[in-house]
């Protein structure tokens, strides 16, 4: 999904679809991402046309610009993270199903690597993100993080291992996604335990993110028996409830409405070796303020 230049439109234009993934992938929050692509709009257009002509290569400059934005803003949140209520998941994006057929957008954007990437300092993450997401060469990237090309190479290198320590252990076909989300939605719905069992990895993990507002568990749920317990109570919810398949971040995922307590819920999933071994339930409604607006993705 890279965009190519157009001499008659505007840089900014042309490229706002990169912009917003990279500030996303660096904060996990589509609300605040396109915050920074607003105030980077509003600080690119106060350059001037004569100031905006005299850059040499816009696309790299807008990123930088970006990145720096979202680099202020995700140490800022540092303390809003610790006192989350519960767990703190990112906010799920509704895409369209051309950034699933984008093996490396849809990888990028994945539920499963933003949560890992949380667990990076804002500076590993910055660095993780525009050298192995968006190929940015360290000295670049050593003007946007304010270190030497040198620490950047070793930041960068300390962020792929715990990165490659943490992610999914191998990469699953769209269609094998489908069918094992199918399977579990199926199961879910009709309170079937042992569908939920059979399409379950033995050790999945269930995780939550209620925000304090919506009702979540606010600890992990490990095992394929809790988690299948936890699980097919669904039909007591009420009787109105539906479920949605949507793809989410680039993979197939549900949301979930009419719920008994008026909070929806969007749930993205990782599949392993024809299980799912890890739910991402997101029902903080401020994070799924944007999830009916498919969003504008680019690299």
């Not at 949140?77 to 509704?94: H, K, M, S, T």
């Not at 033995?202 to 490990?222: E, N």
């Not at 029902?283 to 690299?299: F, H, M, Q, T, Y």
Request: glycine share 8%; no cysteine.
């Amino acid at each position: 999904m890279t965009v190519t230049e157009d001499p008659t439109e505007d840089p900014f234009v042309t490229h706002r679809g990169l912009l917003f993934t990279v500030a996303y992938e660096m904060l996990g929050s589509a609300s605040e991402a396109e915050d920074v692509v607003q105030e980077t709009w509003i600080r690119w257009d106060a350059i001037g046309s004569a100031g905006r002509s005299e850059v040499r290569d816009p696309r790299a400059f807008l990123v930088r610009m970006v990145t720096r934005k979202a680099l202020d803003r995700l140490r800022a949140n540092a303390r809003r993270r610790e006192e989350y209520v519960g767990e703190w998941l990112p906010e799920p994006l509704l895409t369209a199903p051309d950034v699933a057929e984008d093996v490396e957008l849809a990888e990028s954007v994945s539920f499963a690597l933003l949560t890992v990437l949380e667990t990076l300092t804002p500076t590993e993450r910055a660095v993780f993100v525009l050298r192995e997401v968006f190929d940015m060469p360290y000295g670049e990237i050593a003007e946007v993080v304010d270190k030497s090309a040198a620490a950047v190479r070793q930041i960068g290198h300390r962020a792929r291992q715990h990165v490659a320590a943490r992610r999914p252990r191998m990469a699953v076909s769209r269609g094998e996604q489908e069918e094992v989300v199918e399977r579990f939605l199926a199961a879910v719905t009709n309170g079937d335990l042992d569908g939920l069992l059979d399409a379950l990895a033995p050790d999945v993990v269930f995780v939550a993110d209620g925000g304090g507002i919506a009702q979540a568990i606010t600890s992990p749920v490990s095992g394929a028996k809790k988690v299948a317990n936890l699980l097919r109570t669904f039909p007591k919810f009420g009787a109105g409830a539906t479920v949605l398949p949507v793809l989410l971040n680039g993979a197939p995922g549900a949301k979930i409405v009419g719920l008994d307590d008026g909070h929806d819920t969007a749930i993205t999933f990782v599949v392993e070796e024809g299980r799912i071994s890890r739910i991402y339930a997101v029902r903080n409604p401020v994070k799924l303020s944007r999830i009916d607006v498919v969003a504008e993705l680019g690299r």
